[in-house]
């Protein structure tokens, strides 16, 4: 087949499945492609790549439990309880701790812990009179801006190897299945893990 026909049927595959991306992002796709390892196309590629990321996943959490020990918070899962606060704002306690994909009474027992420290503060729900809702204080909003500073320092610790343009890219080819998961791991909480199973494959 022509390089230049194959190329053209590479370009419209890969726009039918990331229809808003763009010709840069394309290239660095077609590029890693290009470049994938025998190992890496094998039928354990999925577990290679579950590995890799919780091995990067572990190094990062010892990072950011040193970095959190630096701010006032009273535990390092704190600035995941403030973060999400301030990116879907004032909401229900369970709305937290769905978003935050934790455990109904970790979740709880967290929130307990930065209500009593005045990290947060809670408020009757004008439109339900049996729930309250909750939200940042100065203090938390000071706190996470001093805990961005070290989060930034822990990233940097872990891609600072990496390109801009391979970091993109990553993102880009994760970004579906983040979205797509998000949603998911809070609809079958509580289930089995062959209701997880066959719930997820059919959706």
């Not at 439109?127 to 996470?144: C, H, P, V, W, Y």
């Not at 001093?146 to 880009?172: D, T």
Request: charged letters at 25%; proline letters at 1%.
């Amino acid at each position: 087949m022509n390089k230049t026909i194959k190329l053209l049927i590479e370009w419209d595959s890969y726009e039918q499945e990331n229809p808003h991306a763009n010709l840069d992002e394309f290239c660095r796709y077609y590029l890693a492609k290009q470049n994938l390892s025998e190992e890496n196309t094998s039928a354990n590629s999925r577990g290679l790549l579950l590995r890799t990321m919780g091995r990067i996943t572990s190094a990062f959490n010892l990072y950011q439990r040193a970095a959190m020990s630096e701010t006032q918070l009273p535990f390092h899962d704190g600035f995941y309880y403030l973060n999400g606060l301030a990116h879907i704002g004032e909401v229900r306690k369970t709305d937290l701790i769905n978003y935050l994909l934790v455990e109904y009474t970790t979740g709880m027992e967290a929130i307990a812990k930065l209500l009593y420290d005045d990290f947060i503060q809670t408020r009757p729900d004008e439109t339900d009179g049996r729930a309250r809702l909750i939200s940042l204080t100065e203090k938390g909003r000071q706190t996470l801006a001093e805990c961005y500073k070290y989060m930034a320092k822990a990233g940097e610790m872990i891609f600072s190897e990496m390109s801009e343009e391979a970091i993109q890219l990553c993102i880009q080819q994760l970004e579906a299945v983040e979205k797509k998961h998000s949603v998911l791991a809070v609809e079958v909480k509580g289930k089995s893990f062959e209701e997880m199973y066959n719930y997820i494959k059919n959706h």
